[in-house]
């Protein structure tokens, strides 16, 4: 049996490498408790895998080729949503143990890693909210092809932690709090209050994932002398395929701090 990693950057490692996704969410609560109690020092830089760890399901398509969800009041529809969103899920705990492992000794304060283990460890418990969900529904997590577009983004951004924060938390998590709502008024318009429920603690926990993001960008901007809001621009111009879109959710970016002059306006300032 392997030892167990004695610093939290090889904890977030032994979390990539990790196939199973039972195995990866009980991985991580166990190492956000080590952390969280001062029995897991930060250790160095480690060196994560390209990508993280998978179970051979669900088969990976195109983002194209994925069929499209519909929410109705039978389960198929809301099976295919649930299970997009475990992906999203499982996929965030591993951008969360990334961002530990890659960027851990980057001269930021203990408190940067206390947010993304935090991350790490609400991600793990939004997949199992979601997988229990499934269940219950007579579905599994697997059963549905998905995508790896997430991925794609961490890989785009693996060399710059401002890049990775620009795009991750700023674009992905952000859009998300612009879609959940609907989403769950769908869920609640079709009587399925169960899965309603757990969207709407997942709506609330990115509010401050998102917040995170924001904070340790404008940390990074200010340490190194560039204006954020012009900064975030040129990095997801680079970064990131396509612009973000609205409509947007500005009640919930405005909770998470994230000023709405930096994206209200990108259809008009930046050409296509």
């Known amino acids: 049996m392997n030892a167990e990693p004695a610093t939290l950057a090889g904890a977030a490692v032994s979390v ?17 408790a080590r952390w969280r109690e001062g ?18 399901r669900p088969n990976l398509l195109a983002p194209s080729d994925v069929p499209r969800r519909r929410i109705s009041r039978g389960n198929r529809g ?22 530990v492992a890659r960027f851990c000794d980057q001269g930021m304060p203990r408190e940067f890693l206390d947010d993304w283990v935090r991350v790490a460890d609400e991600e793990a418990t939004h997949f199992r909210l979601l997988s229990d969900r499934l269940a219950e529904l007579g579905a599994a997590y697997g ?3 998905a995508h790896d577009g997430l991925w794609d983004s961490a890989r785009a951004t ?34 399925d209050e169960a899965s309603a429920d757990i969207l709407d603690i997942i709506y609330r926990d990115e509010i401050e994932h998102v917040a995170a993001g924001r904070r340790w960008f404008e940390f990074l901007c200010a340490r190194d002398g560039y204006d954020p809001e012009t900064r975030w621009r040129e990095l997801v111009e680079t970064h990131f395929r396509g612009t ?4 947007y959710n ?10 709405e002059a930096w994206y209200a306006s990108w259809d008009v300032r930046t050409p296509d």
């Not at 990539?16 to 956000?32: I, P, S």
């Not at 500005?250 to 000023?259: E, K, L």
């Open 78 to 99: 809301r099976v295919a949503l649930l299970h997009a969103l475990a992906h999203i899920e499982l996929n965030a705990i591993d951008l969360a143990w990334d961002v």
């Open 39 to 56: 029995n897991l020092p930060a250790g160095e830089q480690a060196d994560p895998p390209d990508r993280p760890a998978r179970p051979a």
């Open 143 to 145: 059963d549905l092809p």
């Open 244 to 247: 973000p879109k609205p409509p």
């Open 250 to 259: 500005v009640d919930a970016r405005n909770a998470a701090g994230f000023p």
């Open 16 to 32: 990539l490498r990790t196939v199973a996704a039972c195995d990866k969410c009980a991985r991580t609560h166990a190492f956000a």
């Open 158 to 191: 693996a060399h710059d932690l401002a890049a990775r924060l620009a795009v991750v938390p700023l674009v992905l998590e952000a859009r998300g709090l612009d879609v959940t709502p609907a989403m769950i008024d769908r869920l609640r318009t079709v009587e």
